[in-house]
């Protein structure tokens, strides 16, 4: 069975460049968590979707950033213009469904914003 | 809400040596507690889980960790350090199905 699937795996970008980000979680997977981690800390949750509903973003910057699961699979995350404090590593999880507790991530995208 | 904090930003062991990674968590509900790995370049993988079973909970790669209420911790341990366990180590908690939250990480470092 496939994992999660990130890319790109690496992104460098100018500030004010906008950068997109995709995720592709684990079949049959209903919820997908994006998180944002920056060097030396853990993951913290940016934006979690049940199915297509974004259910819980209140930790995402909506003035730059933006999120979508277009039919409930695949997900983008955008930030648009980057700014040099974007510079961390951008995880995408998935579980079966919110209740089963255990998250499978994805190897993230490393951003580095110059 | 709920949080974790890991005691000590790093931890280096020789190999062979016993491994004792520290979380202590803080929760006004009964938790459920989880410790993730994570190598250089990928995304966290987990080693363990607590969801109010047993207390003493076996993951993989000879690793387990113990739930002690009293102490409001989580220590994770492994009797015998391998090269190969060297990572970035992570505690999570997570209550009533909320969301995770995750502590600041331990490296740990094992010396030949």
């Known amino acids: 069975e496939a994992g999660v699937v990130q890319s790109p795996r690496y992104k460098i970008i100018e500030k004010k460049q906008p950068v997109a980000f995709w995720c592709n979680p684990i079949s049959g997977h209903n919820t997908l968590y994006w998180y944002l981690q920056n060097l030396g800390q853990g993951p913290e949750l940016l934006i979690r979707?049940?199915?297509?509903?974004?259910?819980?973003d209140s930790q995402l910057p909506k003035d730059r950033f933006s999120a979508e699961r277009l039919k409930g699979v695949d997900s983008t995350l955008k930030i648009q213009p980057a700014e040099l404090g974007d510079s961390a590593v951008y995880l995408c999880?998935?579980?079966?469904?919110?209740?089963?507790?255990?998250?499978?991530f994805g190897p993230g995208t490393r951003l580095t914003v110059t | 809400a709920q949080s974790v904090t890991q005691l000590g930003s790093h931890v280096s062991v020789s190999e062979g040596a016993l491994v004792l990674l520290r979380c202590n968590y803080s929760?006004?509900?009964?938790?459920?507690l989880f410790w993730y790995v994570q190598y250089p370049n990928q995304g966290l993988q987990l080693l363990l889980k607590?969801?109010?079973?047993?207390?003493l909970v076996k993951g993989i790669n000879g690793f387990e960790a113990e739930f002690k209420k009293s102490e409001t911790s989580f220590h994770l341990t492994k009797p015998s350090a391998h090269m190969s366990d060297a990572a970035e180590y992570f505690c999570?908690?997570?209550?009533?199905?909320?969301?995770?939250?995750f502590g600041a990480g331990t490296r740990l470092t094992v010396k030949p």
């Open positions: 979707y049940e199915n297509e509903e974004a259910v819980d």
């Open positions: 999570a908690v997570s209550v009533e199905s909320n969301d995770m939250r």
């Open positions: 929760s006004s509900v009964p938790p459920y």
């Open positions: 607590y969801t109010s079973a047993a207390t």
């Open positions: 999880a998935s579980s079966l469904n919110r209740g089963t507790y255990e998250q499978y």
